[in-house]
């Protein structure tokens, strides 16, 4: 941090040499130790800074409280402007479900791309232990980023379009990645290791470089051992010492300098949070490094209990007594905030002292692709609801222009209708940040993330905006490509194997078709087109599934694709069986406290009769049972690691169908073996867990002596007994609920409490107002037929989905049409660990066929079963 105490008050003026700049006065004369003496009212210079001395003083400006501090001056130290063109950096994950990667992903939109996230291989789930985590990445993890790289073409696509491809590690749930580089900071051996292990992955890939997210500087309730850690002191206003660096933060930027040493070519950046409370952690070292730092200018209000209802990610300062709940202890910060605070130009505050030192040069800024709702809390967690903007949109198709009526300058997005509050970032908002990133000589954007913005083309865009405003007007749209026929599930019959015509559509938007091919089999046949569709022949040489894909490609290289999936039968009437991988899911986590059985299982079904059916998991045979169409057995791990659930069933025909599910079994630590509660302790920090009457709680700041469940200091976290409520946390006539807008659950009702409560019951009224009813019902696992966890089926007016929650998650039920694409989304809220039953709204409203139906927890899918609706 800085090295003396200062009080900077910034210039940001308007128009100089054609564009804005930062700008500070001539510097006075330099202080001089060999003549300290001063008298009220002498102006000097110290360390780029001005002072003017408050009474007679001998003392080093800065040191105590004689000198006044006046701004920066000369320079400011900022250093000079990129001279680059700006960097339009795109984070893509690989769980977003319902968003085509491999044909909605147009990688012309951004000039560097990080894949989100690989993740290093965590082992148990007690922070503390010694063997938390290793030195190698999560297959699960591994397998999505390479999946979505290389499955989908996301590599070969973005390396046509000239742009460059990184990955990103870490991430908001990377314990694993803090862990080691607090464990391993000053072991020059292990962080070899590390970095050879991350330069091995990129070079195997052909990547052009790593993004080091290392983000999780808060508590889990999940992971015993872990807490908040914010709030670092790193020299204050009144004179405090630099409390330093996190040991995890110094570890971070030796594996920089380690990977930046061994590979000087690869492309090295970073995700930091933007302001102090966690800012502070990090050392501003790591800058040294790195081609860029990604200031995380987002989340500034939104995403914690108390939160002021206001913009998240503002560009510019927001002004005091704005927005509700804003004051000088909860502020609204914004990008230029962060700026000054990295740059070390703040205002000196309790927990330090300026700032960082960080060359503007160095500086990239966040976009947001999401809002958040403040009508509406989390329902399980601190916060309000996060809102995709896509989402926003297609409710309020006037968002892209719809601005905070308390933004003169017109930039920042809300909607108030329909009894929401949404507060976003608007395309003009992006494109100024664009603009202003350029302006006063900084790197670029960083983009949270890229599925979430609506189709390039429209109006609304994000991405569009922000390319505009770089002078990127050439952006080419990928063609659009569909089958004809076959389509997909179709069952085609044939007594000799006979050709197949494949026949498909394509068109350009703004371009010409130059070519389409069709893969079958390992075969790639070339379309010709044969009036307004292209075809090609293809004849099968065996029963059973076969996959199709179609690509198109237009005069600039772009391409789509489509995959359908059709069925060869040999004679009518007979298909091969279908098969519906129960349990686990593919790309399930199952975590258990000691290795136990596990009920691997799959529904079989068959036009005529199921001959035979073979379970194996990883190679390994099991006996097999049966109930009704249900084919299981039970087998017990002997080891953590990734699995893969094989199914093979073969009809009375001879047709046979293999399905897979790939899983991961993990060891964790309960958590309720969390300690007591104790009066006479102090918990010092947030993030501490307790038990207390059977339940467990995390305290959210310092706290001594006061009771959790009555003080609002404590966040209940589950029952210690299994027991739960789905729709969230029970009324408790003991509690004092300070903050208004939470809400509790009683007799099976949410209400919300308007203003400060103790002991009024709900349903009397004031201060509490009901919200809705809790439509979901908690089941006994005794109740429950595997056959049935998906009913009616076939459906015409109601779908209903039986699930087993291994783990708290926010679930989400999706239900997906045959071409891949999601028709129903709807979140269901934040759930704890148990069985549930859960209907699918609007299910009677979808056309005819078949369909996927999908659960969802914490973005992982956990749960599918294919459905008809009549």
Known sequence: MKPTICTIFLLLLGTVFSHAQYNFPDCASPWDPDNP?????????????????????????????????????????????????????????TWVQGYDIANEFNPEVVTHLNVSFLMFKQNNNDYNSSNFASIAFDATQEYKVDSVLFDLGVYEKSKQAGVTVSVALGGATDFAFLWLMDRYYNNDQKLEEIADLILNYLDARGLDGVDLDMECWWADASISGTSDQGGRVRGSKWGDSDQGPHQAAIGLTRLAQKLREKDPDKLLSAAVFGTSWYGNNYDDKLVDYLDWLGLMTYDFTGSWNESPKGPHSSLYKVPLSTYPGQSANNPIY????????????????????????????????????????????????????????????????????????????????????????????????????????????????IIWELTQDVPFESEGSIMKAINEAAGNTDINKHPNVSWVAPVDTDTIVMETFTPITLQASASDADGTIAGVSFEAAGATLSGALNGNLYEAQFTPQQYGELTLKVTAEDNDQATSSKIIKVYIINEIGNQPPVVSMLSP??????EQSEFSEIRLSASVTDDTSVQNVVLSIDGQLLNVSTAGDEYYALWTPTAEGSYVFKVEATDNEGSTTISEAAFEVRLQTSTCDAPQWDAGTTYASGGNVVQYNGKLYQNKWWT???????????????????????????????????????????????????????????????????????????????????????????????????????????????????????????????????????????????????????????????????VIRE
């Open 585 to 590: 899911a593919d790309g399930q986590v199952i």
């Open 334 to 445: 914004s990008a230029q905030d962060a700026l000054e605070y990295w740059m070390g130009l703040a205002e000196p505050a309790w927990n330090h002292d300026g700032g960082f030192s960080v060359p503007k040069s160095k500086l990239a800024i966040g976009v947001p692709m999401y809002g958040y709702d403040f009508s509406q809390r989390k329902p399980v967690g601190n916060g309000f609801t996060y809102v995709p903007y896509k989402d926003i949109v297609n409710e309020f198709p006037n968002a892209p222009t719809s601005y905070d009526p308390l933004d003169s300058r017109m930039l920042l997005g809300n909607v108030a209708a329909n009894g929401k509050n949404i507060y976003f970032n608007t395309p003009k908002l992006a494109g100024e940040k664009l603009e202003y990133s350029r302006d006063y000589g900084h790197q670029g954007l």
């Open 37 to 93: 003496q001063h008298v009220q009212g002498d102006q000097v210079s110290y360390n780029g800074i001005n002072y003017e001395a408050k009474y007679w003083t001998s003392s080093t400006p800065g040191s105590d409280g004689s000198w006044q501090n006046m701004g920066a001056c000369g320079d400011g130290g900022l250093g000079p402007d990129y001279d680059g063109p700006q960097r339009i950096i795109g984070y893509l994950p």
């Open 704 to 866: 001594q002596g006061e009771v959790p469940g009555e003080a609002d200091v404590w966040e209940f976290i589950k029952n210690c007994n299994g027991e739960t409520d789905p729709c969230g946390e029970a009324w408790q006539p003991q509690k004092v609920y300070a903050a208004s807008g939470t809400e509790v659950v009683y007799e099976n009702k949410i209400y919300r409490n308007k203003w400060w409560s103790q002991g009024n019951v709900p349903t009397a009224g004031d201060p509490w107002e009901y919200v809705r009813d809790c439509d979901m019902q908690m089941l006994q696992s005794s109740s429950v037929e595997a056959g049935d966890l998906a009913y009616p089926n076939p459906f015409s007016d109601r779908l209903n989905i039986k699930i087993n929650l291994k783990q708290k998650g926010d679930v989400t039920l999706k239900l997906i049409n045959s071409e891949g694409r999601t028709v129903i989304s709807q979140y269901v809220g934040g759930l704890d660990p148990g069985w549930y039953e859960l209907t699918l709204k609007d299910s009677g409203k979808v056309k005819p066929g078949i369909y996927l139906y999908q659960v969802e927890a914490n973005g992982q899918v956990i749960g599918n079963k294919r």
